[in-house]
């Protein structure tokens, strides 16, 4: 990356086809869009506001979206926000009404349902939710299907440069066995989840778990590893992996199998680890008070068109839950174990739906510590 | 929050002339009270009262009167010793920069100095946070962190995620701020005085100790609390060029309200920080003018 201006490389880091935590800044724009964008709306044109994570939907979906339901360029607003927990905050904070729908990982809904901000999906409007495979219908997160319409869905799991990295890493306990040795050179999503999924799983126990003697044993794995780690980055940790300023990772495989696909970096490798992890899915939800109700569902309807949905999981590269749309995605990416994974897998019972859990007190005070100790 | 120092400078006089006068008076000031009132006080009164308040089952804020948000503001002290330690080096790199770049702009610049100071302006036309990711290459390992491993064989070498990369991102950032009210209190100094100085046997170092340094202390002052309180409450260099390993106040107030979704929490730190940059403003002002007023005394 020498070579590569400043301009092209934060051009790289705003649309880095896979990184759906999105560019920090991205988010002060949003209110203010939004705003200025239902003044100019006017009345009954047909318009979609739409808050997402960042470079979340291909372009030309969009543009198609638009020319089918004939929405003006200012109708059509793309907001962003970097994490679930920021989207509920800005939620609190009184966002609601300016935008119909929003993206919210599946383990938020219970929360944003019972906080009422979210509009019953009429399904009526959205027969395409047929192709839906059944595996995702009926989750706890939205036991009746009423708020959520699957989006995509993907692991948590290690990630590693084996030119450096040559120990067979299989398991969350070989990451922590190993982290010493590549003290310094490890980076990790910044999301408590995710990261508590790694000492849990470890240890053989529920990565949704808030029993204190459970948690009290994870603090001491995480706090062991806490001095190794180089930082914490949601949104380009498959940078530093790309220049080998972090070799070993605890990261989503967004940005990863770029660099896996990259010769020059091809000796990058995603590792679901054998001792369980966390598989997250991100849904489609109408928001309470939605100004553009109709073309909400439109959207929803639109998405998973099994072209479409084709589409995105090749602009996205995460697993679509859409059964349909295989057929039409491109068959190395259908092949591609880190995009999809083997069947085997799933069947086998490693993977683990996340809970929020985020609001558990001695977590917080866990994750804190963390935290506020990486680098030593 | 950078608006609470200058705010008692600030704050207007009651007009004491009659008539038109006083109308006159009432709407210049009308503009900058209406914004002080609903961006400074108002917002603190909200900070003041969501801080002795309770969250809410789902986050946010419950109402009620509680001080415990306090006790756990305060249990782990780390943040805010990090935060003051980055704000200190931070304001006395600016200083030991700014200090001679503004009496070199001021005192030599002649024909020059509008050249000079469109170059330290010329900086604020980017973004501040575009300028940090730009950082961001210059020390990576594509950069000078990448010379690094070269000179000293050692693969792990970086510069991101360090202090060091802090506090050069912070110093760099904020410089400008150090530099204008220096270069201003100097330009305007009267160059007579260190002649007459100089002429009445005091060395350099009197000179500029004696008759420089008590004329630009104004624009110290201003300098150094313009630099200060943003570095004390800053998030995303230490975010950025840290590595977030660098764990300030500002990175513990953005986990408190965005992530832990407890506003009284954060609120109850963020009444931490106001208080300490009071604390620190009040002393430092206090030091300075008592240090001046001695030096005139002696001087006499």
Redesign the interface.
Known sequence: ??DQG?GE??QH?GETRVSRRGF??ASGFTAMSAYLAACGGGGSAPALFMYNWADYVDLDNIAEFKKRFNISDANFTYDTYP?N??L??KL?GGATGQYDICCPTAEWTP?LV??GFLEKIDWSKVPNAKYINPQFKGLWWDPNDEYQLPKDWGTTGISMRTKVVTEDVRTWKDFFDIAPKY???IVIV?S?GDVFTAPLKALGYSLNSVVPEELEQARELLMGLAPHV????SDTYEEPMK???AVLGLTWTGGIDELISDPSTADTKYVIPEDGTLYWMDTWVILKGAPHLEMAHNWLNFIHEPEIQARETETNAYATPNDEAKKYIDPAILADTTIFVPQEVVDSGLLEAAKDV??DPLR?EI??QF?????G | MAAAAPAAEVRPRAATAPGPSRLVTALLVLPAGLWYLFLLVLPIAIVLLFSVGNRGETGGYAGGFTLDNYQGAFRNSGPFVTSLYLAIAGTLLCLLIGLPLAYFIATRGGRRKTLFIILLVVPFWTSFLIRTYAWLILLGRDGLAGVGVDLTGNDAFRLLGTDAAVLLGLTYGYLPLMVFPLYVTLERMDRTLVEASKDLGAGRWATFRQVTLPIALPGLITGSILVFIPMMGEYVVPQILGYGQTFTIGSALVLRFLEFRDWPAGSAMAVGLIFIMFVTITFYLWFTNRGRRGREQSVV
């Open positions: 990356m020498a400043i490389h934060l880091i920090l800044a994490s927990e920021e509920f905050a609190q929360a019972e906080e003290s310094g050179r910044d408590p180089l930082a914490l980055n220049t080998e300023e985020s609001l917080q994750w804190e935290k506020s100790s990486i680098g």
